[in-house]
């Protein structure tokens, strides 16, 4: 399948978190243009009534809109209020008009994985600054200080809080093997963040086993349509869709409480790696399949208790321990 048909199909499997975002979106640039008109409007009733109390006598001759600024409110501060919100609705709207570009990422041959995904989140966050632009006019009122409202500029997924990791949409990520480097993508697993890498040629056979950890869903698969299960998940992951040779295996943090009741080796390639492939050398692939092998390993006692008679593991140490001080001469210790 070619990777542009691959990186759709990716997208689809993956939209109904991407739906949820572009709603919000909407929503928010809906309640913004909602404040901007109250804004304007407001400083237009205050000049209408600072025309009412001078009078009559007074049209044609003072500008009641000066007058306005003078004695009822700074006109310095109502500009920055409102050139906040005009900033704030056109970083929001720029956002919208991307559409699914804002969460496909083509990573160019030879480029960094990392910094590709670290540049499309970082212009997601510009949303989240826009919101927080937003939250500070408002809380801030008539006292509004412009030197003190947050940038509406992109925002480094370091810089975002919990809530705002919590709304984050996924993105699918189309990227060549010679270039397939995810364990810096470590960093960006908290909150709800999905990646879903679409994986074109060759690739390190166990590319994703190095981020598998406690919370974070991990799979490496053949089949496109299985990313629907990382869409499914409540915390944060990544996905790969590779081809031969390549592990498929998918490490699902809800499915027990051990790493190896949580990691399912489905295939291994039936040979070993022979050449370097994305900067990793034979010996390193072959580290990474042992890795893998390894944490999905079943222990010994998994099937039960200790054998009947079996000493337990405190009392192991505690005869070790006798053993080694039995050897030790302390009658020359002062």
């Known amino acids: 399948m070619p990777s542009d048909d691959r990186a759709r199909f990716a997208f689809d499997a993956v939209a109904g978190r991407s739906h949820t975002f572009r709603t919000s979106l909407a929503a928010t640039i809906d309640d913004v243009k909602g404040t901007l008109a109250a804004s ?9 009534q600072a025309a009412a109390e001078l009078g009559p006598l007074a049209a044609g001759r003072v500008d009641a809109a000066r007058f306005a600024s003078l004695f009822l409110e700074p006109a310095s501060t109502n500009a920055a209020v409102v050139g906040t919100l005009e900033r704030a609705v056109a970083a929001l709207e720029a956002l919208a008009a991307r559409g699914d570009d804002l969460l496909r990422v083509p ?11 670290a540049d499309a989140l970082a212009a997601i966050g510009r949303g989240f600054a826009a919101a927080r632009a ?10 509004a200080d412009a030197a003190l409202v947050p940038d ?3 925002l480094p997924f370091s810089r975002w ?19 397939l480097k995810p364990a810096a993508l470590a960093e960006f697993m908290d909150g709800r963040v999905h990646i879903a890498l679409v994986v074109d040629g060759e690739a390190p056979p166990a590319s994703l086993v190095r981020l598998v950890a406690p919370g974070t869903f991990v799979m490496q698969t053949h089949d496109v349509g299985a990313l629907s299960r990382l869409a499914k998940h409540a915390g944060p992951g990544v996905a790969a869709v590779l081809g031969d040779p390549t592990a498929r295996f998918v490490h699902d943090p809800t499915a027990g409480a051990s ?9 291994l390639p039936e040979r070993p790696p022979r050449r370097p492939v994305a900067g990793l050398s034979v010996a390193q692939q072959v580290e990474e399949l042992d890795l893998l092998r390894g944490l999905a390993a079943r222990p010994a006692h998994a099937d039960g208790p200790p054998a009947a008679g079996a000493a337990p593991a405190s009392e192991h140490a505690e005869r070790l321990a006798s053993w080694l001080l039995s050897q030790v001469d302390l009658s020359e210790v002062r």
Do not use: F, K, M
């Open 40 to 48: 304007q409007r407001s400083w237009d009733a205050r000049v209408t």
């Open 107 to 117: 990573v160019a041959p030879g480029a960094s994985l990392y910094g590709a995904v």
């Open 134 to 143: 937003v939250a500070h006019v408002r809380a801030a009122g008539r006292g």
């Open 152 to 154: 509406i500029a992109a």
């Open 161 to 179: 809080n919990r809530h705002e990791r919590q709304l984050t949409p996924p993105l699918v990520v189309e990227v060549h093997g010679a270039d």
């Open 259 to 267: 790493v190896w009741e949580r990691l399912a080796i489905e295939s």
